[in-house]
């Protein structure tokens, strides 16, 4: 069987793109349950205030996971347009 050219591009575009997804995925979720857990066995440790102000370490925690979530998106959508978008090029 002979593999032609738009089929390897379509064969590293699927590859690629799930790498890319799953590997971003895994880590949010990793950081999203890493964080439920603390909540539910150490509680203590993100009850914490920061400082004089009413404002704790779960709160800076949590805010950060969403930020980071976020920005991982944004990579997402830059690698996708970027080089993603010239692989879809290729196998049309």
Do not use: H
């Not at 591009?9 to 690629?16: D, H, L, P």
């Not at 949010?28 to 349950?33: E, G, M, N, S, V």
């Not at 964080?35 to 509680?43: D, M, S, T």
């Amino acid at each position: 069987m002979v593999v032609s050219s738009k089929q390897k591009a379509y064969e590293k575009f699927i590859f690629i793109n799930k790498l890319i997804s799953f590997t971003f995925s895994l880590v949010i979720l990793l950081l999203y349950f890493s964080f439920i857990l603390v909540i539910g066995f150490r509680p203590d440790l993100l009850s914490i205030f920061i400082g004089e102000t009413s404002i704790t370490f779960g709160i800076v925690i949590g805010l950060l996971i969403i930020i980071f979530s976020i920005f991982l998106t944004f990579v997402f959508t830059i690698i996708a347009n970027n080089y993603l978008d010239k692989l879809k090029k290729e196998i049309r």
